[in-house]
T-cell receptor, first 112, second 113 residues
Framework: SQQGEEDPQALSIQEGENATMNCSYK?????LQWYRQNSGRGLVHLIL?????REKHSGRLRVTLDTSKKSSSLLITASRAADTASYFC????????????FGKGTSLLVTP | GAGVSQTPSNKVTEKGKYVELRCDPI?????LYWYRQSLGQGPEFLIY????????DSGLPNDRFFAVRPEGSVSTLKIQRTERGDSAVYLC???????????FGQGTRLTVV
């Protein structure tokens, strides 16, 4: 079964607006990661936040983690049409190296 | 190589046939992972290799699915007696070791007709 659940399932915004996606998970984690996927193919790692961190930034990305609520959010500021993609949160499978449990993802559409 | 390479990029097969999907990981990466992604879903873990051995195959859905990595580099995912429900994108990822960031290939889109 998949660990994370993202919401919303789909999000449509205009260029320049901010996009916020949320993720909830079920069990204790060491870290949580966010990935991006274009056109249903290869996944690209965006950012990793450790369980002892509350917030992390990378360029236009801001990730928060609330371990008490077992939730995380991904904020993309000043969105661009090129940000159109699906975004997934992922947590590590127990005792399985770097194998991950992914959520169902949020499909983001940024219109010019 | 520069990245994880998966071949073929697309495969159409008839129900009941046998298929092999290949993954060339990044050179030197000891850990290799296979995932399956159905339409509208997130990737679902299938199997994890550390070197030549399958360290975790708990995600394989049934005994029609099998994967090998005989020399600790290239891996092949094998599906016997394919069913229409096997249609999905099969993704491969590799990492330098079991603690490193995983890099994904572009996937193989399998369609069983």
């Amino acid at each position: 079964s998949q660990q994370g659940e993202e919401d919303p399932q789909a999000l449509s915004i205009q260029e320049g607006e901010n996009a916020t996606m949320n993720c909830s998970y079920k069990t204790s984690i060491n870290n949580l990661q966010w990935y991006r996927q274009n056109s249903g193919r290869g996944l690209v790692h965006l950012i990793l936040i450790r369980s002892n961190e509350r917030e992390k930034h990378s360029g236009r990305l801001r990730v928060t983690l609330d371990t008490s609520k077992k939730s995380s959010s991904l904020l993309i500021t000043a969105s661009r049409a090129a940000d159109t993609a699906s975004y997934f949160c992922a947590t590590e499978r127990l005792n399985s190296g770097y194998a991950l449990n992914f959520g169902k993802g949020t499909s983001l559409l940024v219109t010019p | 190589g520069a990245g994880v390479s998966q071949t073929p990029s697309n495969k159409v097969t008839e129900k009941g046939k046998y298929v092999e999907l290949r993954c060339d990981p990044i050179s030197g990466h000891t850990a290799l992972y296979w995932y399956r992604q159905s339409l509208g879903q997130g990737p679902e873990f299938l199997i994890y290799f550390q070197g030549t051995g399958a360290a975790d195959d708990s995600g394989l859905p049934n005994d029609r699915f099998f994967a090998v990595r005989p020399e600790g580099s290239v891996s092949t995912l094998k599906i016997q007696r394919t069913e229409r429900g096997d249609s999905a994108v099969y993704l491969c990822a590799s990492s330098l070791d079991e603690q490193g960031e995983a890099f994904f290939g572009q996937g193989t889109r399998l369609t069983v007709v």
